[in-house]
């Protein structure tokens, strides 16, 4: 183990190394072996950051050995020393993950200054003016990166001092200035640590590898991962690389470019740069830079030598780059280079255009775009020059992507209403349940204080494509007074709110939102994945214009259709409400032959949307005490529609309150008590499908999906009645049509008895919501509470319930599949959880050999490419 390699030169390495040297690491040891100018350095790689861990945060000596020994390589390579006060070597450090993290982990330059160093640089450059400003830039760089030591402190001395001057830029402040401002700089260092500021550059060194290990794990970079899937178990690799300066004068400059435009993908170099800067000049945005093209005019030759350098790059990466530069006294320096972030139409149109420059194939095209992205399309948007405007009072959960901007509605009732009197509005709750579905769909966008990225509101939102932020708990909402307390103010009904449901940002006020373009890449691109993918993709609709939605964004069926859903409806909530409250079974045909024509008209309407498209519908799956009132007013109203006392009402109400409702008396459960709701509920599907045959030649096989299963002998109960319920109307129509009858996997118990299950059932489908909360044990509308906790204590890096938990919900799916398959082997596999819309989720789908995934109808177009990938990536 003592033999271990932890430190290369980038000579040393090459871009297939990306896990052990990170991707930066990777990408200048290829820029070196292509014979691109690259400051020379090494990088300590990501098993040194996770020994770093492993031994309780502390850099192990035999890796600090390593260190010292490259360092004096790295000498000999570039004919400086670290620490002469001859000729000193100063470098960089920059951390450098296996995937791009972009302003996540932190940077340190100028490193090997000191009191005495600095003069040997001024000797050496005969610049005093730069000597300083770079010894300056790192004692602030170290002391904010290394040592904590709020960066605003330095900021506000360095303003001081420009006022003090009356200049605008710190290009304006001579040598004199910079050495006062060092001094200035290290006495304000000793005043929070104490200590002097470090002269001996090797513990400089050592401490600032140790501070870019620690910032894998700073709050920001643990967020970004969570977001991205990028796992903890990665670590971070850094880098150690020779310093050249942009800052030596106006011969000098620094720069980023991209060899696309990220913007919008139009092929031509997009960059800026300063001159006499260095590279966190340009990032941090004090002086304006210059747009790239202003370089040919001022040094054509550097600028040649640039344009070629980033055709090299992005021929041979055979993607669109992003590259930092640096120009030294007029020679030309290439820092790094990655492929870079772009939006969702550029990376559609690239992704597009290399396959038309014969650069890449449609397969490796595919991979170029992130599933995720998609979601900007299909969504409004903010407009971007009003938002930059714009500050957050607020931050929760981002559940369901777009934009939305609207009066704020504090109960359903009233966002369905004041929509219906053409007023825009966003639905503000503490949490939304099944009720608020009118409201839902008549607003813009839905804001909950409550519930997580997989509560009612979120999936609900995502289902119908509205914009969504979910578990928002720094709003106090108080829905009888009808005012919502943020960031200090109080907003009314009549104030106007913006959120953000990519972001999870709230907005007080107003910002202009715009329509998604969608355009002929994105038609050809999607047109590839469908070629390529074996998985299929439904979506889970509970109406007709959801149905007619997901077909337009290629879904090729329905997966789940939630019957409860349309029982919520205004004209029927209260035939659904009769049914419940019935004493006899006598009373409860009555309600329910009410309720038939309207479930009937529901399943034309869908089928008519999807054509010959298969359709799962799940029958009756919710407690029954969420259909009935809870406030005193509205059981009295109902009391008296139904005939009855207010008192026999609140006891029946009483009486269905059930202490823990989603392990309670709901799915097939209520079929058994009552086989009459799944007579009616089959017999609506059946005649609708006759209906739709005769009416217009499509050839209906509906699957009819009954939930919650746990033991075959309540699975053969409902679905006796189904059969028997079929068969007489088909009799009664004169017509016999095809149907199936399966089950929705969400019990553990169903899952590890799968082989008797399937016995009687011909379809499974995985509803990873429920199976996700009934293995774990916790509720998918609680576990926001003490989530963040888990992933704070590292015990979670992700909600199980937005990224399926392949290792235990995975195996219970497997031992499904495998069981199922065993005794029925044509029997049809899919997934309808939320999961179904999540790229790994749908790879391990992929994997697990399911026939489809289903999602809501937004997410359609992600999943499909999700599954596209997943073939190219299990092809190879």
């Not at 304000?188 to 050592?206: A, H, N, R, S, V």
Request: hydrophobic share 40%; proline share 4%; charged share 30%.
């Amino acid at each position: 183990m003592e033999n271990k390699k932890y430190v290369y030169l980038f000579k040393e390495g090459n871009a297939s190394m990306k896990n052990l040297l990170g991707g930066k690491g990777a990408n200048l040891a290829e820029m070196t072996n292509l014979g691109i100018p690259v400051p020379q350095g090494f990088t300590v790689t990501t098993e040194a950051c996770n020994k770093y861990y492993e031994d309780g945060r502390k850099i192990a000596p035999e890796v600090i050995r390593q260190i010292e020994e490259k360092m004096a390589e790295l000498e000999g390579i570039s004919g400086k020393k670290f620490g002469s006060l001859e000729n000193p070597l100063l470098v960089s450090v920059r951390s450098g993950a296996r995937a791009s993290m972009p302003g996540m982990m932190d940077t340190i330059l100028n490193l090997g200054l000191n009191d005495a160093t600095v003069e040997a640089m001024v000797k050496l450059t005969n610049n005093p003016r730069f000597a300083y400003d770079s010894y300056r830039r790192f004692i602030q760089m170290f002391s904010d990166v290394v040592m904590d030591i709020e960066k605003r402190l330095f900021e506000n001395k360095l303003d001081d001092m420009k006022e003090a001057k009356g200049v605008k830029f710190d290009t304006e402040l001579n040598a004199d200035d910079l050495k006062k401002l060092v001094r200035e700089f290290k006495a304000l260092y000793k005043k929070e640590k104490g200590k002097e500021f470090p002269q001996d550059p090797k513990t400089q060194l050592i401490e600032s590898v140790t501070a870019v290990f620690r910032s894998w794990d700073n709050p920001r970079a643990i967020v970004y991962r969570r977001l991205n899937d990028i796992p903890g178990s990665w670590g971070t690799a850094v880098n150690v690389q020779e310093m050249v300066f942009g800052n030596k004068g106006e011969t000098s400059g620094t720069g980023v470019a991209f060899s696309r435009n990220p913007a919008n993908g139009e092929k031509a170099i997009y960059g800026e740069y300063l001159m006499n800067a260095q590279g966190e000049d340009v990032v941090a945005g004090i002086r304006t830079p210059q747009p790239i093209d202003k370089l040919k005019e001022q040094n054509a030759e550097i600028y040649k030598q640039f344009e070629d350098i980033v055709n090299t790059l992005e021929n041979h990466y055979r993607d669109m780059q992003d590259m930092e530069f640096t120009i030294e006294e007029g020679k030309l320096y290439f820092l790094q280079t990655r492929n870079g972030k772009r939006t969702a139409q550029a990376a559609l149109k690239i992704a597009v255009n290399l396959v038309e420059e014969d650069m890449l194939t449609k397969e490796e095209a595919i991979l170029k775009v992130e599933p995720k992205q998609l979601d900007t399309l299909l969504h409004p948007a903010f407009d971007s020059n009003e938002l930059k405007k714009a500050n957050p009072v607020a931050k929760g959960l981002p559940a369901s992507p777009g934009a939305a901007c609207g009066k704020i509605a504090f109960t359903a009732e009233e966002a369905k209403e004041r929509a219906e009197n053409g007023e825009k509005v966003v639905l503000v709750r503490l949490e939304t349940s099944p009720e608020d579905i009118e409201g839902m769909v008549a607003a813009e966008g839905i804001l909950t204080v409550r519930g997580g990225m997989t509560s009612h509101a979120a999936v609900v939102a995502r289902g119908m494509g509205t914009c969504c932020v979910a578990g928002c708990g720094e709003l106090k909402v108080n829905e009888e007074a009808k005012t919502l307390q943020v960031a200090g103010k109080t907003l009314t009904s009549n104030d106007w709110i913006s959120i953000e449901g990519s972001t999870g940002n709230v907005y007080a006020g107003a910002i202009k939102t715009v329509a998604p373009e969608i355009s002929g890449y994105f038609a050809t691109f999607m047109s590839w994945a469908d070629e390529i993918r074996k998985l299929k993709v439904r979506t889970n609709a509970d109406t007709p214009r959801d149905a007619k939605q997901a077909v337009e964004f290629g879904a090729e069926g329905i997966g789940l259709c939630r019957t409860e859903h349309m029982f919520f409806a205004e004209d029927r909530i209260s035939a659904v409400r009769e049914m419940i409250v019935a004493k006899t079974e006598e009373q409860r045909r009555k309600a329910l032959d009410k309720l038939l024509p309207m479930q009937r008209e529901d399943f034309i309407g869908i089928y008519e949307a999807l054509e010959d498209r298969p359709t799962t519908i799940r029958f009756l799956d919710p407690p029954l005490h969420e259909f009935l009132p809870t406030e005193a007013e509205d059981i009295e109203t109902l009391a008296k529609e139904m005939r009855l006392t207010s008192e026999e009402l609140k006891s029946t109400i009483e009486y269905l309150h059930e202490f823990n409702p989603m392990m309670g008396h709901r799915g097939c459960r209520l079929a058994v008590s009552y086989p009459e709701i799944a007579e009616m509920q089959t017999r609506a599907v059946i005649e609708a499908a006759i209906h739709v045959r005769e009416r217009k030649g499509y050839n209906i096989v509906p699957e009819i999906m009954i939930p919650l299963i746990g033991e075959i002998k309540e699975l053969k109960f409902v679905k006796d009645v189904v059969v028997e319920t079929a068969k007489s109307v088909m009799a009664e129509k004169g017509i016999e049509i095809p149907f199936k009858v399966g089950t929705m996997i969400e019990i553990p118990r169903a899952a590890l008895t799968a082989d008797d299950i399937a016995k009687e059932a011909e379809f499974f489908s995985f509803g990873t919501n429920d199976l996700t909360q009934m293995t774990f044990g916790f509720s998918r509308d609680d576990a926001a509470k003490f989530l963040k906790d888990y992933y704070e204590k590292k015990i979670y890096e992700q909600d199980p319930f937005a990224k399926l938990d392949q290792i235990g919900v995975g195996s219970l799916m497997k031992i499904a599949c495998e069981k199922g398959k065993a005794v029925r082997p044509d029997i049809k596999l899919g997934i309808c959880g939320e999961h179904g819309g999540d790229p790994s989720s749908v790879e391990f789908c992929h994997n697990l050999g399911l026939d489809y995934v289903s999602c809501s109808p937004f997410r359609v177009p992600l999943a499909r490419l999700a599954a596209a990938q997943a073939q190219v990536k299990n092809k190879r």
